[in-house]
């Protein structure tokens, strides 16, 4: 594994970064982190974030919103369910895949009622702007998506339905 990238810094998210001596599991690996998350929670450590980024800090490089990190991969800000959660977009051959993390919230509520928000959403109006935006990028382009607490296959496209959206499942594409 050459890169890791960090969403953002809840414990489900960065609690596999180190072994149970603290040593990084991917040693070789660059890791990224949009920034204002990355300060965000160095400020305001949780004992997951003291316990898994304060030892990888020097190893982390922060990332911008925009910023392509790879060749065909870039950072997009996707702001609410944490200060500074980033999301990715990969374009390869014309073909998109968005990469929500927990910014797309739950597959059915948050769809179904982009106006709500979750109990882990630590910026509730944030959260619901920054939804609305980016699933009506996501339908409007058939971006196929991935979200990290969807179900299986947590692989599908977003379309508009009423006054919300839905997701549909890209189980099998030839």
Same mark, same amino acid.
């Given at each position: 594994?050459?890169? /890791?990238?960090?969403?953002?810094?809840? %414990?489900? #998210?960065?609690?596999?970064?180190?072994?149970? !001596? +603290?040593?990084?599991? @991917?040693?070789?690996?660059?890791?990224?982190?949009?920034?204002?998350?990355?300060?965000?929670?160095?400020?305001?450590?949780?004992?997951?974030?003291?316990?898994?980024?304060?030892?990888?800090?020097?190893?982390?490089?922060?990332?911008?919103?925009?910023?392509?990190?790879?060749?065909?991969?870039?950072? /997009?800000?996707?702001?609410?369910?944490? %200060?500074? #959660?980033?999301?990715?977009?990969?374009?390869? !051959? +014309?073909?998109?895949? @968005?990469?929500?993390?927990?910014?797309?919230?739950?597959?059915?509520?948050?769809?179904?009622?982009?106006?709500?928000?979750?109990?882990?959403?630590?910026?509730?109006?944030?959260?619901?702007?920054?939804?609305?935006?980016?699933?009506?990028?996501?339908?409007?382009?058939?971006?196929?998506?991935?979200?990290?607490?969807?179900?299986?296959?947590?692989?599908?496209?977003?379309?508009?339905?009423?006054?919300?959206?839905?997701?549909?499942?890209?189980?099998?594409?030839?």
């Amino acid at each position: 594994m050459t890169h /890791v990238f960090l969403t953002h810094g809840h %414990p489900d #998210h960065i609690g596999g970064l180190v072994d149970g !001596e +603290g040593r990084p599991v @991917f040693a070789k690996a660059e890791h990224l982190m949009g920034r204002v998350d990355l300060e965000f929670w160095l400020q305001n450590p949780s004992p997951a974030v003291q316990r898994a980024l304060v030892p990888l800090r020097e190893r982390i490089r922060p990332v911008e919103d925009g910023e392509e990190i790879l060749p065909g991969v870039r950072a /997009v800000a996707s702001f609410g369910h944490t %200060p500074g #959660h980033m999301s990715l977009e990969a374009i390869s !051959e +014309g073909k998109r895949l @968005f990469i929500f993390g927990d910014a797309a919230g739950h597959y059915l509520l948050s769809l179904r009622f982009p106006q709500a928000y979750l109990g882990f959403d630590m910026d509730k109006a944030q959260v619901v702007r920054t939804r609305a935006r980016l699933f009506q990028k996501v339908s409007e382009e058939r971006s196929l998506i991935t979200a990290y607490h969807f179900p299986w296959p947590a692989v599908g496209y977003i379309r508009r339905e009423g006054e919300g959206y839905a997701f549909v499942p890209a189980f099998f594409e030839f």
